[in-house]
């Protein structure tokens, strides 16, 4: 299997090693040539603007969109940093066939199940 990850961060560059270690082929897309080169320390000497996209309910999508090859882990707001780790585990047990071992009963219902 194939995953891309998007704009990964500290979160998708640890998830991306995982599903190499777990045998998929990754793509990293970023705007940087390396991930997270916009996050935390590597990007602290550049201005940053802070955006932190957000559903309107606070609630984040993590999760199976309509289309079997598509997963979405986005909608944190603030707290982008604080469930970066249990949102990436959300996925990675997800695209790895396994029942999530993090309770989603609360996140989007179009994309949690």
């Known amino acids: 299997m194939h995953v891309a990850i ?4 500290v979160a ?20 940087q040539p390396l ?18 996209p957000m559903t309107t309910r606070g609630v984040p999508i993590v999760g199976k969109s309509a289309h079997a090859n598509l997963f979405f882990n986005c909608g ?12 990436g585990k959300i996925v990675s047990d997800r695209l790895l066939g396994h029942a999530p071992s993090i309770d989603t009963s609360l996140l989007s219902h179009r994309v949690a199940g």
Request: proline share 2%; glycine share 16%; aromatic share 8%.
């Open 12 to 31: 998708g560059a640890t998830l991306a090693l995982q599903f190499v270690k777990a045998g998929f082929q990754v793509t990293v897309l970023e705007r």
């Open 76 to 87: 944190h707001g603030a707290m982008g940093w604080t469930m970066a780790c249990g949102a």
């Open 35 to 52: 991930p997270a080169r916009e996050t935390g320390v590597a990007g602290a000497s550049r201005k940053w603007t802070g955006r932190r």
């Open 6 to 9: 998007i704009d990964c961060g």
